[in-house]
Nanobody
Framework: VQLQASGGGLVQAGGSLKLSCASSENIDRIDVMGWYRQAPGKQRERVAHITSGGYSVYADSVKGRFTISRDNAKNTVYLQMNSLKPEDTAIYYC????????WGQGTLVTVSS
């Protein structure tokens, strides 16, 4: 499985961005797809994930601000990020569990104060 993440950029605090993760495989066959992030000097952390049945789980730090969704017709998973904070600044990675774990390349999100 190849994953292509996009949509990162520079945004002011309080703004919004929408990340996309396009899969080379039909995502309706993929059990779990998710987003992680890694800030400078910190460990990679899970942001959100969504199952094939549409069940989603969020990190406490993003609950109520971020929404993960999947479009099976487009083989794409999205992360809508609202009310962004400077502490959301990180490289965001998408991944999926399909037998093994696959990672896409990261997309940089920078939130200025």
């Amino acid at each position: 499985v190849q994953l292509q993440a996009s949509g990162g950029g520079l945004v002011q605090a309080g703004g919004s961005l929408k990340l996309s993760c396009a899969s080379s495989e039909n995502i309706d066959r993929i059990d779990v797809m998710g987003w992680y992030r890694q800030a400078p000097g910190k460990q990679r952390e899970r942001v959100a994930h969504i199952t094939s049945g549409g069940y989603s789980v969020y990190a406490d730090s993003v609950k109520g601000r971020f929404t993960i969704s999947r479009d099976n017709a487009k083989n794409t998973v999205y992360l809508q990020m609202n009310s962004l904070k400077p502490e959301d600044t990180a490289i965001y990675y998408c991944n999926c569990v399909h037998g093994i774990i696959y990672w896409g390349q990261g997309t940089l999100v920078t939130v200025s104060s």
